[in-house]
């Protein structure tokens, strides 16, 4: 009845792909730092050369931290090793210390005049360490970052992974449901053509076409509104009512303001279908089939029939496995959707009549109530 | 004389349509076409009043046809479809109604029905046929058979009523009665201030409304105030729209 063709899932996962976090997040990240160097610069500010060089400092370390981010973004796509990544970054750092250190001498020459003779090149490589040392925590936080990008990545991959298994588990779950159906149909059907019951065949037909529209239309969700359940539910009924004819007797009651509650798609049909299969079909009077939904704290589901004359009361089973199958399926599919929130109890009861109760979260559409 | 176009590729489904037609002695068949080209041909030359027509057709579609006609060459249209995707654009073309395949008889039916009605207005119009027939008087009530025993039911009382072939069952209460008459005959006959075809199988008491709720196919579920839930297919669901809009205002 549903094609065959497997659901394609909406996000082809790559394992190994780095997802890079956005560019300004490590740059932003770094903040803290910029402001670190402006209050410890503070108490020196106001005294001339000691301003320009801290300025100069601040400036360097701002304007180096985007070539720095850029490269450090670049081995990480790479997934450069960590002891080629740690002494690259360490040489690039100390060279950009190194260059804004001369910028920082050059400045002083251009404020304070010539360089006094006694100045040795030495000094240059002397007192960097400040800068320097700026800048590889610089890198650091720009790793962490990194890092705890590709963790969140890895959890909504994972997240993801589970919840299209379980889609999976569902559908293959769902499928169970409906070919034994169709061909009991379309075996009727047969029948009465064979009766030369044209009219009734006809009926039964566009009946069944209706039916099937109606499974079609609900595409693949696992989870429709009431409504679009019991239509579907009444659609098949109407099938089992041309069969059966006044042999059943329908009640139902469903409670106000429920249409729009959220259900699994086909809760509904797979314990009416049984409840007549089992219960109203075989016996030779007439049956009465009950279905009541009513919704407080969580919506209920109960399903009531007669059973055939002789049915085994104490285990229930009027029609042995095939009825287990159905009833273990709405069981596994509601643990499935709703764990922990969902209940099935199904059997006998003292009245002589099989009694299915279902209960699951109540969860309305949003304006369902009208 | 109604003149009837069928027009489907498959012959198997143009049959089906021609032997539910030739049951009708006011009709007489103008044609039958397998494609697009030729229907559009066909009817130019020989006007029909009334075409069912398949809307999925390979080539140039139903309603490519309806479109590529001139109006005044246009029948009425019933359309026939496996699975409706052709939205709105229909109505601008004439027409009267569409229905699915498998066709239900009753549909079929329904839809030769309102065709008959379009066709007798138009020729009223044109000042050369009778009056339609109405009723004199609504269904007040129902006269139901127990046994040997005649029991009247009034119309007021009945909650909904379900189409069971060629018989209709009156919900009354948590009682049903069987009634010898087939749906769609009733609902000529019941006042349509109080009752409202909703599907081919059910009658509903307005006052007995008490939510609907649209579905994904453009179909709704309605619940009357006992808790029972009934389909409402698009066919009716205008009409009951305007019906239970306006319903605040009290029946004249």
């Not at chain 1, 850029?70 to 360490?90: A, E, N």
């Not at chain 2, 069912?52 to 246009?74: E, K, S, T, Y």
């Not at chain 2, 329904?110 to 046929?129: F, I, M, P, T």
């Not at chain 2, 006992?226 to 319903?247: E, F, K, N, Q």
Request: aromatic share 6%.
């Amino acid at each position: 009845m549903t094609t065959g063709t497997p659901p394609t899932p909406r996000t082809t996962i790559t394992p190994h792909a780095r997802q890079l976090p956005p560019f300004w997040l490590p740059l932003l990240a770094g903040l803290p730092l910029a402001v670190c160097l402006v209050l410890m610069a503070a108490p020196s500010l106001g005294h001339g050369v000691a301003t320009a060089s801290r300025t100069v400092f601040l400036m360097a370390f701002v304007l180096w931290a985007i070539p720095l981010t850029l490269v450090q973004r670049r081995l990480w796509m790479r997934g450069t090793r960590l002891w080629v990544v740690v002494p690259t970054l360490l040489a690039a750092t100390y060279l950009m210390t190194l260059v804004a250190r001369v910028l920082n001498i050059g400045l002083q020459v251009a404020i304070a005049g010539p360089l006094p003779p006694d100045f040795s090149w030495w000094l240059v490589l002397r007192g960097i360490e400040g800068t320097w040392l700026t800048l590889i925590a610089f890198c650091a936080i720009h790793a962490v970052v990194n890092y705890y990008a590709a963790l969140k990545q890895e959890q909504a991959q994972r997240l993801e992974a589970q919840s299209l298994a379980r889609d999976a588990e569902l559908r293959a779950l769902r499928y169970q449901l409906q070919p034994h159906f169709l061909f009991n149909t379309l075996n009727a059907i047969s029948a009465l053509v064979a009766e030369q019951k044209g009219p009734e065949a006809r009926q039964m037909l566009a009946r069944l076409g209706d039916f099937l529209r109606a499974t079609l239309d609900l595409g693949h969700a696992h989870e429709v509104s009431l409504a679009e359940e019991l239509a579907l539910t009444d659609a098949y009924l109407e099938i089992e009512k041309a069969r059966l004819g006044d042999r059943l007797q329908l009640k139902w009651r469903v409670g106000p303001g429920l249409l729009g509650a959220r259900v699994p798609y086909l809760l509904l049909q797979p314990l009416v279908e049984n409840a007549i299969r089992h219960g109203i079909a075989p016996r030779r009077g007439s049956g009465r089939l009950e279905i009541e939904i009513t919704g407080e704290a969580a919506l209920h589901v109960r399903i009531s029939n007669d059973l055939p004359a002789g049915t085994d009361l104490v285990s229930g089973t009027g029609g042995g496995r095939t009825e287990a199958v159905g009833l273990r399926n709405v069981g596994e599919r509601l643990s499935r959707l709703y764990p922990a929130a969902c209940d099935l109890h199904a059997g006998v009861r003292d009245d002589g009549r099989y009694h299915v109760a279902v209960s699951l979260p109540l969860r309305l559409d949003s304006g369902a109530r009208a | 004389m109604i003149r009837v176009a069928v027009v489907d590729d498959e012959p198997l489904a143009r049959s089906g349509v021609i032997a539910r037609l030739s049951a009708c002695e006011d009709l007489v068949l103008a044609g039958e076409y397998a494609d697009g080209p030729s229907a559009l041909a066909g009817l130019a030359a020989q006007p029909a009043d009334l075409a069912f027509i398949d809307v999925q057709m390979p080539g140039m579609n139903g309603l490519d046809v309806l479109a590529a006609l001139a109006p005044a060459h246009r029948p009425l249209a019933i359309l026939l479809t496996a699975h409706d995707s052709f939205a709105l654009r229909a109505f601008a073309l004439n027409t009267v109604d569409y229905l699915l395949k498998p066709v239900d008889d009753i549909r079929f039916a329904e839809a030769l029905h309102r065709a008959r009605q379009l066709l007798a207005w138009r020729r009223r119009d044109h000042g050369d046929a009778p009056e339609p027939q109405r009723p004199d008087a609504w269904l007040m009530r129902f006269s139901v058979r127990i046994g040997r025993r005649a029991v009247f039911i009034p119309a007021a009382d009945v909650q909904w009523i379900e189409a069971d072939g060629d018989y209709a069952t009156l919900h009354v209460g948590a009682r049903t009665y069987i009634v010898r008459e087939p749906l769609h005959r009733l609902a000529t006959r019941l006042d349509p201030a109080q009752f409202l075809r909703v599907h081919r199988s059910a009658i509903v008491d307005l006052a007995q409304v008490a939510e609907l709720q649209p579905l994904t196919n453009r179909d709704a579920m309605l619940r009357l105030q006992d808790g029972t839930p009934l389909r409402v297919s698009r066919t009716y669901i205008d009409a009951l729209l305007a019906r239970l809009h306006d319903a605040g205002t009290p029946p004249r």
